[in-house]
């Protein structure tokens, strides 16, 4: 990882959190020095949002009171440690375990495998056929199968029952 504040793996989770409650579920994320940027089309949500309240909410948050709805959405290191440490206490008020499908998990997940292989920059596709991520002039594409697995791989190695590879 290029001198980030925080691991591309806490990133992402946060950028997950701030999609799933926005009901995306196709988009392009890409990662370019300190900022990430979310590109969402038309198609790009779930059609649970009956209005654009929260929408407008998220994008005010990060870009002001007087944003207009994006397509597109950037997000700043410090604007995702904050949204983080937010997001910490609202979670130490519940417990629960994750649910392994959620976006969050997804991209932390993701994000754990590309800072195993010490990307830099990288742009994720998300779409209902799969996950595309590409880094270091490498595509890598996964289904839930391989998301699944990564994931119980990052958590295995988390509580110290499986070595490294």
């Known amino acids: 990882m290029a ?4 691991s591309f793996s806490q990133s992402l989770r946060v950028i997950g959190q701030e999609l799933e409650s926005l009901g995306v579920d196709a988009f392009e994320l890409g990662k370019l020095d300190d900022e990430y940027v979310v590109q969402m089309d038309g198609n790009g949500t779930t059609g649970k949002l009956s209005n654009n309240t929260l929408l407008k909410r ?3 948050k990060f870009h002001g ?3 207009q709805i994006p397509s597109r959405l950037r997000f700043s290191t410090e604007q995702i440690i904050r949204s983080d440490i937010e ?3 609202r979670r130490a008020e519940t417990s629960g375990i994750p649910n392994s499908g959620s976006l969050p998990l997804i991209l932390r997940v993701l ?4 800072d195993e292989r010490g990307a830099d920059d990288f742009t994720i ?7 595309k991520v590409n880094y270091d002039r490498k595509l890598e594409c996964f289904t839930t199968d391989n998301l699944y697995d990564l994931g119980v791989r990052m ?3 988390r509580s110290g029952r ?3 590879r």
């Open 58 to 60: 998220i994008s005010e």
């Open 155 to 157: 958590y295995l190695r």
């Open 125 to 131: 596709l998300c779409s209902s056929d799969g996950v």
């Open 65 to 67: 009171v007087d944003s």
């Open 87 to 89: 997001r910490a206490v």
């Open 3 to 6: 001198g980030g504040a925080i």
């Open 111 to 114: 994000g754990n495998f590309l």
């Open 162 to 164: 499986v070595s490294s």
